[in-house]
């Protein structure tokens, strides 16, 4: 009973470097997204998929990129990382059945902190 | 465009004392809401949601939320608080296409 899962938990990254925050889901949904989380600020979102090969931005894409190969991953690239991208980052996943109440699960969050 | 109002960034509650987080959003057409709770450190986990039907939604915990249209309002209740519903409580709204707008989440902070 995975659900949504994220790797990795904590990362410290220089300003410049390149890295992917991976994102699995067992449960055979559709849509997909990822957020991030601010203090004081709620959770906003980068970017969404509603199946593999389509993607679209959300509110906060800048400095981000995704992709949706299959419809278990949607992993988050960030290809040069500054400061502003310190937070934490949240992937969720949401069946597109309509019966499904528009409930959208969550992984357990990736602390990225740029330095 | 959709937008969650949490008026409260921080509540102080007596241990045993009831609890009402507010919560307003905007929205045009009928809204698909949900609360959500985050403990620190943790991901989201989803009290209760409400789509259609019953405008008092029970959840899980002891928690319950009443959607009144006419004030665009989903306030969340729990008529006694425990120490370990300590925790920082988002509010969010979901559109037809299914992404969701939050809160900026209101902390709840239990006193003994």
């Known amino acids: 009973n995975a659900g949504v899962t994220q790797t990795p938990k904590f990362r410290i990254l220089k300003i410049g470097q390149s890295m992917t925050l991976q994102c699995t889901q067992d449960m055979n949904h559709n849509y997909m997204y990822w957020y991030r989380q601010d203090p004081g600020m709620g959770l906003k979102l980068i970017y969404y998929?509603?199946?593999?090969?389509?993607?679209d931005k959300g509110e906060v894409p800048n400095g981000y990129n995704v992709s949706r190969s299959t419809t278990e991953d949607f992993p988050l690239r960030l290809e040069l990382a500054a400061p502003s991208q310190t937070s934490v980052y949240f992937c969720?996943?949401?069946?597109?059945?309509?019966?499904?109440?528009?409930?959208?699960?969550f992984g357990e969050g990736s602390w990225l902190t740029v330095v | 465009a959709q937008s969650v109002t949490q008026p409260d960034i921080h509540i102080t509650v007596s241990e045993g004392a009831s609890l009402e987080l507010r919560c307003n959003y905007s929205?045009?057409?009928?809204?698909?809401l949900f609360w959500y709770v985050q403990s620190p450190g943790q991901g989201l986990q989803l009290l209760l949601k409400y789509f259609s039907g019953d405008t008092l939604v029970q959840g899980i915990k002891g928690f319950e939320a009443e959607f009144k249209r006419s004030q665009s309002s989903f306030n969340l209740r729990k008529p006694s608080v425990h120490w370990s519903d300590a925790a920082e409580y988002f509010c969010?709204?979901?559109?037809?296409?299914?992404?969701?707008?939050f809160g900026k989440g209101t902390m709840l902070l239990v006193s003994p």
């Open positions: 969720a996943s949401r069946t597109g059945r309509p019966s499904s109440g528009n409930t959208i699960y």
């Open positions: 969010a709204v979901a559109t037809g296409y299914s992404t969701l707008t």
């Open positions: 998929s509603v199946g593999a090969g389509i993607t």
């Open positions: 929205y045009g057409a009928t809204p698909y």
